[in-house]
């Protein structure tokens, strides 16, 4: 991959610039313009349209998925096998775990207070409490994620980490409200965000080349080339140079639509990443520029 990327650069700098000698100065400049214009449209375009088109086609497609995901797993059980664990005698009721869930504050406390209104020592809620932490900092994440995964979105979600207050909001929102609110938040802050991601990328792409082809059209009808002079050789050297900057300018297109890919992706893409660029010659300048 790494050396595909090098030759598509070499390849597309030099069939710009033959392009571009062919063409002429004046001739490659409007090409270079209207490039210009349908790459502000497409970004325009794709930013307008990445999060509409996700509602209208995927939202209510993905949510159904996490919400079958989520049916079986017994949020508040989880808390009490954790505790029990700690080889607590006494274990707190799924409505008292549900009210911990409700009070403001920081929830590990909330939850480890119980144990300690059961009576358990300073030690033992010091222990739940620090177990209760790395639940919600790893734990949950790999439950969650696991469920996901069996529903069909782990090409998804294995691209996607929830830090731990967002695990502890998840966990919140699964014990107090209902399984749509949990299955809506759990989208809102993973598949939504890679998809919106990919949406994006394929729309700048399609807008930007619907707009180019529209203004090429514009301009052969308008019939601005045909008021142009005969070409000499000046017209043709400056067009030799629009032609390598018109070229450099694909590129960085290229790099800007892979850099967005790659971070809508938190770079978990197997056929192109950032390692891949990293062992490129020539393209890491271009996406490194994007991307860092």
Same mark, same amino acid.
């Given at each position: 991959?790494?050396?595909?990327?090098?030759?598509?650069?070499?390849?597309?700098?030099?069939?710009?610039?033959?392009?571009?000698?062919?063409?002429?100065?004046?001739?490659?400049?409007?090409?270079?313009?209207?490039?210009?214009?349908?790459?502000?449209?497409?970004?325009?375009?794709?930013?307008?349209?990445?999060?509409?088109?996700?509602?209208?086609?995927?939202?209510?497609?993905?949510?159904?998925?996490?919400?079958?995901?989520?049916?079986?797993?017994?949020?508040?059980?989880?808390?009490?096998? =954790?505790?029990? /664990?700690? !080889?607590?005698? +006494?274990?707190?009721? $799924?409505?008292?775990?549900? #009210?911990?869930?409700?009070?403001? %504050?920081?929830?590990?406390?909330?939850?480890?207070? =119980?144990?300690? /209104?059961? !009576?358990?020592? +300073?030690?033992?809620? $010091?222990?739940?409490?620090? #177990?209760?932490?790395?639940?919600? %900092?790893?734990?949950?994440?790999?439950?969650?994620?696991?469920?996901?995964?069996?529903?069909?979105?782990?090409?998804?979600?294995?691209?996607?980490?929830?830090?731990?207050?967002?695990?502890?909001?998840?966990?919140?929102?699964?014990?107090?409200?209902?399984?749509?609110?949990?299955?809506?938040?759990?989208?809102?802050?993973?598949?939504?965000?890679?998809?919106?991601?990919?949406?994006?990328?394929?729309?700048?792409?399609?807008?930007?080349?619907?707009?180019?082809?529209?203004?090429?059209?514009?301009?052969?009808?308008?019939?601005?080339?045909?008021?142009?002079?005969?070409?000499?050789?000046?017209?043709?050297?400056?067009?030799?140079?629009?032609?390598?900057?018109?070229?450099?300018?694909?590129?960085?297109?290229?790099?800007?639509?892979?850099?967005?890919?790659?971070?809508?992706?938190?770079?978990?893409?197997?056929?192109?990443?950032?390692?891949?660029?990293?062992?490129?010659?020539?393209?890491?300048?271009?996406?490194?520029?994007?991307?860092?």
């Amino acid at each position: 991959m790494a050396l595909f990327l090098d030759c598509a650069v070499v390849v597309i700098i030099i069939v710009t610039c033959i392009v571009g000698y062919v063409k002429g100065f004046v001739k490659y400049l409007v090409g270079m313009v209207s490039t210009a214009v349908a790459a502000g449209v497409a970004l325009w375009g794709s930013n307008m349209l990445a999060e509409p088109v996700y509602v209208r086609y995927f939202e209510k497609d993905v949510n159904t998925r996490i919400e079958k995901a989520m049916a079986d797993v017994d949020v508040a059980g989880s808390v009490r096998q =954790l505790l029990s /664990e700690q !080889g607590l005698p +006494i274990l707190p009721e $799924t409505g008292d775990i549900k #009210r911990a869930a409700e009070k403001e %504050g920081d929830l590990s406390r909330n939850l480890s207070d =119980l144990v300690a /209104e059961s !009576g358990g020592d +300073i030690e033992t809620v $010091t222990a739940v409490r620090e #177990r209760l932490d790395n639940y919600f %900092g790893s734990g949950l994440k790999e439950d969650i994620n696991e469920e996901l995964k069996n529903a069909g979105l782990d090409k998804y979600v294995g691209s996607v980490n929830f830090n731990a207050e967002e695990l502890k909001s998840c966990f919140k929102k699964a014990l107090t409200g209902s399984r749509s609110e949990a299955a809506e938040y759990i989208a809102e802050k993973t598949v939504k965000r890679v998809l919106i991601g990919v949406i994006r990328t394929g729309l700048f792409a399609v807008c930007f080349i619907g707009a180019a082809l529209v203004l090429k059209l514009i301009v052969f009808i308008s019939g601005v080339f045909d008021l142009i002079p005969e070409l000499k050789a000046a017209d043709r050297f400056g067009g030799l140079a629009l032609g390598a900057a018109k070229g450099l300018l694909y590129c960085a297109l290229g790099a800007f639509i892979l850099s967005t890919m790659v971070s809508a992706t938190k770079d978990s893409l197997t056929v192109f990443n950032s390692g891949v660029s990293s062992r490129t010659y020539l393209f890491r300048y271009f996406f490194d520029f994007f991307y860092r």
